[in-house]
């Protein structure tokens, strides 16, 4: 979806910490290569078409897969956030990596926009988008423009985790959304 800005912060703060001890209590089998083939970028998928575990596409009926039912408080974040959601993973960018620039403009992205939700970052992981870039903070709920080009760049040595969701929305969504930054 287009937005007004490259950047809107979400009035929402999660407890990361929580958030990371259910992601490393997932067994590590469940990471796999990015769809793309990025490297250095790996997720873990966790609602997915009719919740198969490991499938990336985007379209069919949306449910949580394994992953995510073994993570009460991952499921609690998605709640509160009260999106209609859509294709949602764990995306994993490693140190020294970079997700590299893009668009996102197919069909999909005509309705959608993504929340990110920072999980393990360090301070000099950036995200572009436009002419801006930030540092999404750990715990903190994100969306940005994905019809702009954008890209994530990790030049730390430790890995990087954010929630990624993808949502039309939702009344409790639009709420947040209208009380953003």
């Not at 790996?42 to 596409?57: K, R, Y």
Request: proline content about 6%.
């Amino acid at each position: 979806m287009k937005l007004d800005y490259p950047f809107i912060q979400l009035p929402l703060k999660f407890d990361a910490a929580r958030l990371l001890s259910e992601v490393n209590a997932v067994d590590e089998s469940a990471w796999q290569p990015h769809p793309q083939g990025y490297a250095g970028n790996d997720a873990m998928t966790l609602i997915t078409p009719h919740g198969l575990n490991n499938n990336d596409a985007m379209s069919g009926p949306m449910l949580p897969t394994d992953y995510l039912k073994a993570c009460p408080y991952l499921m609690q974040v998605l709640r509160c956030i009260g999106g209609v959601w859509g294709r949602t993973r764990l995306m994993r960018l490693s140190g020294q990596a970079e997700v590299t620039p893009h668009i996102d403009t197919n069909y999909y992205w005509r309705e959608r926009m993504r929340v990110h939700v920072p999980i393990i970052t360090q301070p000099s992981v950036r995200f572009y988008c436009a002419d801006q870039d930030i540092h999404m903070q750990a715990g903190e709920c994100w969306i940005f423009d994905t019809w702009s080009m954008h890209n994530v760049i990790n030049d730390a040595t430790q890995a990087r985790i954010h929630l990624v969701a993808d949502t039309v929305g939702g009344e409790k969504f639009w709420s947040w959304f209208a009380n953003s930054r």
